[in-house]
T-cell receptor, first 107, second 116 residues
């Protein structure tokens, strides 16, 4: 069963515009959710963890249990934000990743 | 420097020729895992290990083996590779394991495998 859904494969925004990358999940318990980012030719790295409620590089993500969503947001996109973004969930001892959204920030 | 390393980074092989991709971490993490990344499919977990001598299947374990004889190492073994195993492979490790929730994972640089 699909546990993490990222509906947008590609997303383009202009520099300075707000950006939102969508993530929906299916999980019956209390989920542990993450956002990972993969810049060109680099390894995946953790961007956000919902339990820490931090803002990293201007990105935030709020867990909405009613809508089962964990969308990633940034009010003003920068060119360096262009990357592949993955939403992930832990269930038991396993990790489940979405299919990813490729974000392009247009100068 | 705390990191996860993988070797080799690139590998081209032929169908049926056994190969091993090594993974090592220096962070004393209990949890280690292997993923494959394919276009349009994202990352899919192959195998994971909660600790030494404890391994379990992920979502796509067919055609792969792993071992965890030491805490720092978690090699991925393809006994008889086939072309459908051509992919980008990532190893990852995480601190939390056991009764606590899994923590964030730290990823290796990836191994690009081509099976002809």
């Amino acid at each position: 069963a699909q546990r993490v859904t990222q509906p947008e494969k590609l997303l383009s925004v202009f520099k300075g515009a707000p950006v939102e990358l969508k993530c929906n999940y299916s999980y019956s318990g209390s989920p542990e959710l993450f956002w990972y980012v993969q810049y060109s030719r680099q390894r995946l790295q953790l961007l956000l963890r919902h339990i820490s409620r931090e803002s990293i590089k201007g990105f935030t993500a709020d867990l909405n249990k009613g809508e089962t969503s964990f969308h990633l947001k940034k009010p003003f996109a920068q060119e360096e934000d262009s990357a592949m973004y993955y939403c992930a969930l832990t269930s038991g001892n396993q990790f489940y990743f979405g299919t990813g959204t490729s974000l392009t920030v247009i100068p | 420097e705390a990191q996860v390393t993988q070797n080799p980074r690139y590998l081209i092989t032929v169908t049926g020729k056994k190969l091993t991709v090594t993974c090592s971490q220096n962070m004393n993490h209990e949890y280690m895992s292997w993923y494959r990344q394919d276009p349009g499919l994202g990352l899919r977990q192959i195998y994971y290990s909660m600790n030494v001598e404890v391994t379990d299947k992920g979502d796509v374990p067919e055609g792969y083996k792993v071992s965890r004889k030491e805490k720092r190492n978690f090699p991925l073994i393809l006994e008889s590779p086939s072309p459908n195993q051509t992919s980008l492979y990532f190893c990852a490790s995480s601190l939390d394991a056991g009764a606590t929730r899994l923590g964030p994972q730290y990823f290796g640089p990836g191994t690009r495998l081509t099976v002809t």
